[in-house]
Structure formats: C-alpha cells, structure tokens
C-alpha cells in the first residue's frame, strides 16, 4: 500500500514557541492531503484539508492563523502550530488521498507543550 | 448532519473466538465506507473498504465487511481473533459531495484475552 511518513513522531516544546509537522507521501503523489487532531481516547477531528498548490480550507471551529498549512509539493504537506499552548497538545495525524478516494494516514506526531 | 455510530466503545473477546464491531451510519449522500486499525501511538492501517458492487468486501488480515444499506450498517468481522488483532478499530465515511472528508467513529478498543 501506500506509504505516508510523518516527523517528528514526538515533540516536546515550550510555550509560545512554533513546532512544524511534516507528512510526506514516499511512493505516490497526492494532491489533496488531510490533517486530523486526536484527543485521548477519541476518534479522529479533521481539522483542514491541504491542497497542493492552493489554500488549505479549514474546518469550522479551527483557527488558521494558529495551525499554518502549506502544501508546497505533491509529495510535502506541513502543519505548523503557531505559538503553542498546553491546550494544544495532542496527537496530530496526516493522511494522503489517492486513487478512489483512500486516504492512507502517516504514524502520527505526538506534541507536547509546556 | 453525517454521524458514524461506533456503538461499542470496548470489546473483549478469546483469543480463537468470532469477532464483529458494529457501524452504523447517517449520511446524506452515497457513502463510502473504510475501516482503520489503530495501535496505540500509532497511525491508522486500512483494513477495507466500500466503494459499490458486492457488499462483502475483503481485507487485510482476515477481515471482511458487509455492507447493509437497509441498515445503514458496515460491521467488521473476523471469524478468528488472534492475540494481534488487539487494537482501536475505527469505522468512517466519506462521500465525493462532501469533498472526501471522512467522518469517523468513535472507534471500538478490542481486547483479546488468552
């Protein structure tokens, strides 16, 4: 299948500072990537979707200015959190859509601020 | 509004048993439908997926799903559980109207006891 990678896995940061997350697509490109945020012990909030070459169009309730992303390539989408808070800890995962609409997702990056 | 309906948030089962995790779901337009493994701290794997025609489909690692559109219902099934299949299984939907967002469920912990 196709393969999804995700840096860092784990972050630790200060509060206020910025922390970017890269996912990449190894084996395919993908046009449209997506960018979802996991809270303990519960399921998958997309927060925006990334599409190559334009704005990523973000979900109601999520603040662009504080969660950047920039899909530069078609194989490169990256989530930058803007000056992090302890609220914003959490597991974000990526995903890469391909052929028929299947979303394969990277391993996840878990941020933890202090 | 689309909803995924996990309706158990845990599952114990012997190690040799049948398995079946329940999804049912709201949607307003033809769905299409996928079931993820998770492993803690990790990614989602695609297990299977539903796109149209026959309404069992197969997947990785023993696994099969039927789709039940008079139900709104895509259970997973494994007739028999291996100490492996421990794990966060998630149920999501996804439509091309609604931009291939997938909406998830809140996902079913399987434990497998020995």
């Known amino acids: 299948g196709a393969v999804v990678s995700q840096h860092p896995s784990w972050v630790i940061c200060k509060s206020g500072t910025s922390v970017k997350i890269e996912c990449r697509s190894l084996?395919?490109?993908?046009?449209?990537m997506f960018w979802y945020r996991q809270f303990p012990k519960q399921s998958l909030m997309l927060m925006a979707t990334?599409?190559?070459?334009?704005?990523?169009?973000?979900e109601q309730g999520v603040e662009k200015d504080k969660f950047l992303i920039n899909h530069a390539s078609l194989t490169l989408s990256t989530l930058t959190v803007t000056s992090a808070h302890p609220e914003d800890s959490s597991f974000y995962i990526c995903?890469?859509?391909?052929?028929?609409?299947?979303?394969?997702f990277g391993a996840g990056t878990r941020l933890s601020v202090l | 509004a689309q909803s995924v309906t996990q309706p158990d948030i845990h599952i114990t089962v012997s190690e040799g048993a049948s398995l079946e995790l329940r999804c049912n779901y709201s949607?307003?337009?033809?769905?299409?439908l996928f079931w993820y493994v998770q492993s803690p701290g990790q990614g989602l794997q695609l297990l299977l997926k539903?796109?149209?025609?026959?309404?069992l489909v197969q997947g990785i690692k023993g696994f099969e799903a039927e789709f039940k559109r008079s139900q709104s219902s895509f259970n997973l099934r494994k007739p028999s559980v291996h100490w492996s299949d421990a794990a966060e299984y998630f149920c999501?939907?996804?439509?091309?109207?609604?931009?291939?967002?997938?909406?998830f469920g809140a996902g079913t912990i399987l434990r497998v006891k020995s």
């Open positions: 949607y307003g337009a033809t769905p299409y």
């Open positions: 999501a939907v996804g439509a091309v109207e609604y931009g291939n967002k997938l909406v």
């Open positions: 995903s890469a859509m391909v052929a028929r609409n299947i979303q394969y």
């Open positions: 990334s599409n190559e070459g334009s704005k990523a169009t973000y």
């Open positions: 539903y796109f149209s025609g026959d309404t």
């Open positions: 084996d395919f490109q993908a046009t449209t």
